[in-house]
């Protein structure tokens, strides 16, 4: 589906308790391919540095349920600064929209230093448009890391995740910090389950995941997150 030029897929979020991780996990591994970037069984780490303006508006349009919404962010994986993306996730209803853009070590830093006039010329309309919300007050905010289990399959472009270990940069704002700290960020040890999918989620993977069979949420980890930040940064 399209809108307003924009690839949108469908995007399901599911609390899991422990005991129902591990049953549906296996049933999961057993059909679905794990994704090619895990290292491990247990998966990979994601880190994200999220941006928001001057009023807010990325934190109150999740929680005041905005139809329309975005959210600028950087993202490194398992620590690394071999692949560094600036992202831009878009929500409209029940649909997403994700555009991705890499960028350098050196251009992250950058950033970070306040000096991102490069964007402009760097002929990605993502970049550009990046670096025109930074220009509107746009900051660094809230770093969100966890450990992503996912499984994929190919016909709908089906990806099933398991987000685990979810926790907040309390002491930072740069992802690649020595000293970083992070805080989990869940009050129960709990798995954060992602149904994500194009136009149709085959039949046999719907009766393999049985979603309805869980507590479907509207989960922000930016605002989980965000909302521990505050706790430290008192912003």
Known sequence: MEFQGKKLR??????LHA?????????????????RNSLASDGYEIRSLYFDGPHRHSLH????????REKYRIRIYNGSDAKISVERKSKFGE??????????RLEYDSIL?????FMKEKGHTL????????????????????VREAYVYE????????DKRLSAGINTHDLFHPDLVLEESLLLPQTILEVKYDSFLPDHIRKLVQPDNHQRSSISKYVICREVGIKHFKE
């Open 10 to 15: 469908h995007e399901y979020k599911y609390y």
């Open 19 to 35: 005991h129902d991780y591990m049953a549906l996990r296996h049933k999961v591994s057993q059909v679905l391919t794990m994704d």
């Open 61 to 68: 349009d999740k929680n005041d349920g905005i139809f329309k």
């Open 95 to 104: 649909y997403v929209c994700k555009e991705s853009a890499a960028i350098s």
């Open 113 to 117: 230093d306040g000096e991102y006039s």
């Open 127 to 146: 970049l550009q448009e990046f670096y025109a919300a930074l220009n509107r007050g746009f900051r660094p905010i809230t770093i969100v890391n966890y």
């Open 155 to 162: 016909p709908g472009n089906v990806r099933i995740t398991f």
